[in-house]
């Protein structure tokens, strides 16, 4: 009697959770029996569905995403904001003309040759130098150099600083008289030396249309003073100076240049010779406010080389 009571309330707590959770269970009947474990219902699987009839539209409908804000486009930066560029190094916008990359030489450079790209001061003058070790004197037999230099300078002319901070470099282009050479005016010096002698091309750009400038190679770097670049560089010194002397005074004896500038203020000349400079005796070029020897109206300070 006490286990069919007992029996009973087990089956009857089990029926009563059954109908509290929606779940159909099967209870078994008789001495011994225990209860199915309870098993969901064909027509029960919405979570919280009610126990009887069919499933609403509500439980089988998908929950809508929450809304999203809508996006605004950024502002425009005002005029005048400087932009910082994502990768460091790189210069957003334009690339003021004085620092153009050197532009390589024209013609290739000799088998077994260095390239050589010189300190640009300021950004604006750069040197590219291509040997094949010209060094001295070259060959001890003949005198001349055993391999081939070639030398490319750029630069933009610069008024003389009024007031000149201590330890600065002076600008490698000065422009004493600017109405006739402006100042941001290009130049551009090339030298080739090897066996055969050594070839000086000067190139300028931004002068004044249609005038005749002299030009020459001289001795000495250019300076506040005109005069700081010394003298023109003859291959034979004439003992006596100034030198007025035919016989040395001469254009072949001296590298001379002279050129007239074109309706764009452009203008090109060349000098070839059998020899070359003296080490360290060529080191500028300057610009004469006429052909021959007139006023200085500007100077280039170009780092020539000799044997």
Known sequence: MVSGRVAGAVA?????????????????????A?????????????????????LPASYLRPAAPPARPALRPLPRPAAGTTVRPAVQGV??????????????????????????????????????????????????????????????????????????????????????????VPAGAGVRVEQRTDGDGTRVTLRVSGLKAGHRYGAHVHTGVCGTDPAAAGEHYQHEKDPVRPSTDPAYANA??????????????????SATHAWGFR???????????????AGRAACVSVPFRGW
């Open 91 to 180: 210069r957003a916008g334009t690339a003021p003309a004085d620092t153009d990359p050197v532009t390589p030489l024209a013609e290739p450079a000799p088998a077994g040759s260095t390239a050589v790209l010189a300190e640009r001061p300021g950004g604006r003058p750069g040197t590219l130098a291509l040997g094949t070790g010209l060094t001295g004197m070259g060959d001890p037999a003949t005198g001349t150099p055993t391999g081939a230099y070639q030398l490319l300078f750029d630069s933009r002319f610069a008024v003389v600083p009024k007031a000149l901070v201590p330890g600065a470099d002076l600008p490698k282009a000065l422009t004493y008289k600017p109405a006739l």
């Open 12 to 32: 009857a707590a089990v029926l009563a959770a059954a109908g509290a959770s929606g779940q159909a269970v099967a209870v078994p009947t008789g001495p011994g």
């Open 252 to 269: 072949r004896n001296e590298v001379r240049l002279d050129f007239t500038a074109d309706a764009r203020g452009d203008g090109t000349a």
């Open 279 to 293: 080490p360290g005796g060529a080191r500028s070029i300057v610009l004469h406010e006429a052909a021959g020897a």
């Open 34 to 54: 225990r209860p199915e474990p309870p098993r969901p219902s064909a027509d029960r699987e919405a979570v919280g569905a009610p126990a009887h009839g069919p």
